[in-house]
């Protein structure tokens, strides 16, 4: 029997808990190694040696050692095509293709803005940093017009890339977890009926549940 | 039936949907987009892509938006034909598939910056200008350890991992930003190596600049 694959890294991050999901989905057993940022775990030699950017999640199993979060979830996806949710890589070359586009989607037009409203009015005050009101809004503004595309796509799609759910929705679940549930933004996502629709389907998934439960423990 | 490319001469992300066709060998209309006259913004245009960017792809039924993706698609449905883009090996291809997300990730983040504000699409004064040139700094010192141990950013062979960044290069290396390239002895003899690769100049050659 394989030994159970390596994740390493505090289940808080958004990286580490899109492998962690995308690891649960599958049914995947695994180990989570904890890595102390505080402790500047991931800047030692020992982690660079897996993560040459020196951050979180690395991963590694029996055959291999990886980094970057959405190509660890594309290789747990293909080397385990027949367990647990089968529809996660795209059953088809054309749902695939579609998969790819809004994987892309997500990297080029929904990460940066999220990412930027979760750290100005989240860590920025916990960390004693002024807030920058201009780039707040500038980013909500962003991500609105982004919304505004998956509130179209998803009033036509049940899931981004089609009918079932993929990488693509998987994807979006650690941002969109952190700004309904830590930030009053919520309503950038709840006051769209179809986003709204498929926000409610994909964080009340079993996996994401689990990360959750592993985030607040 | 024709692949079509919507996008235009110049938009680094329709230069980076050319490469992998040229590099594979597909015939394909390059359909230009009339941005001045605010096209890729209009109904028929953001059927296609509704991000209302460029480039959108065309080849039979399949229609699709964001660059990587398309190269992707081609990479998939044309293997065996001209130079194989994606590793067979599923070991081999999930490094490529690291390297692809860094491309994606850190490289682009960086060098899309340093090249808006080239392009004076984005103020930019010199704070700006060191913060993400130390940014591609950064990048490039794993780039530069990265292939001293392997010829391209996959292993041996050039594939999308490397081709992904062949457009904000291109442009970077007419820029100031070039000497971070040419400081690095692996990155720039890997720079020497891809840009100099027929499908690239092909793609060059279309340029009006």
């Known amino acids: ?217 | 039936m024709t692949v079509k490319v919507y996008g235009f001469v110049g938009s680094n992300a329709t230069y980076r949907v050319m490469a992998s066709l040229y590099e594979k060998n597909v015939d394909f209309e390059l359909v230009t987009v009339n941005m001045a006259a605010w096209e890729h913004k209009r109904p028929r245009f953001l059927a296609r892509n509704p991000f209302g960017q460029v480039p959108a792809f065309e080849d039979g039924d399949v229609s699709l938006f964001e660059s990587r993706a398309i190269t992707q698609y081609v990479a998939r449905k044309y293997a065996g034909k001209g130079t194989e883009l994606i590793m067979k090996d599923p070991i081999q291809m999930a490094i490529q598939t690291v390297w692809m997300e860094v491309e994606n990730q850190k490289f682009d983040r960086a060098s899309w910056k340093l090249t808006e504000i080239a392009m004076h699409r984005v103020r930019g004064g010199p704070e700006l200008v060191a913060e993400y040139e130390k940014k591609l700094s950064d990048v490039l010192d794993v780039y530069e350890a990265r292939l001293t141990e392997n010829k391209y950013l996959a292993g041996d062979s050039f594939t999308l991992a490397d081709l992904h960044h062949l457009p904000n290069i291109n442009f970077l290396m007419e820029t100031r930003v070039r000497r971070l390239f040419e400081a690095r002895p692996h990155v720039r003899a890997w720079v020497a190596d891809i840009t100099s690769r027929p499908a690239w100049v092909k793609v060059m050659s279309l340029s009006p600049w």
Request: proline share 7%; glycine share 2%; aromatic share 10%.
């Open chain 1, 1 to 217: 029997m394989a030994t159970p694959v390596k994740v390493y890294g505090p289940p808080l991050s958004t990286a580490v808990s899109r492998v962690l999901v995308c690891l649960l989905e599958k049914d995947v057993p695994f180990q989570l190694v904890p890595v102390s940022m505080a402790k500047m775990e991931h800047k030692k030699p020992d982690y660079i040696k897996m993560q040459p950017f020196g951050q979180v999640p690395a991963f590694q199993d029996d055959d291999i050692t990886l980094f970057e979060s959405r190509a660890i979830c594309r290789y747990i996806a293909e080397k385990y095509p027949n367990k647990g949710t089968m529809s996660l890589f795209g059953t088809n070359p054309l749902v695939k293709a579609s998969m790819d586009q809004w994987l892309e989607a997500e990297s080029q037009s929904f990460i940066p803005p999220s990412s930027v409203l979760a750290f100005q009015i989240v860590f920025a005050p916990r960390m004693k940093l002024k807030q920058d009101e201009a780039l707040i809004k500038q980013n909500e503004a962003k991500l609105v017009k982004v919304l505004d595309v998956y509130e179209n796509r998803l009033g036509s799609s049940q899931y981004l890339a089609g009918d079932e759910f993929t990488l693509a929705d998987l994807s979006h679940l650690p941002n969109t977890q952190f700004l309904v549930e830590k930030t009053n933004r919520a309503e950038l996502f709840t006051s769209r009926k179809n986003v709204s629709r498929w926000w409610s389907e994909i964080s009340t998934r079993p996996a994401w549940k689990k990360v959750v439960e592993m985030q607040n423990a």
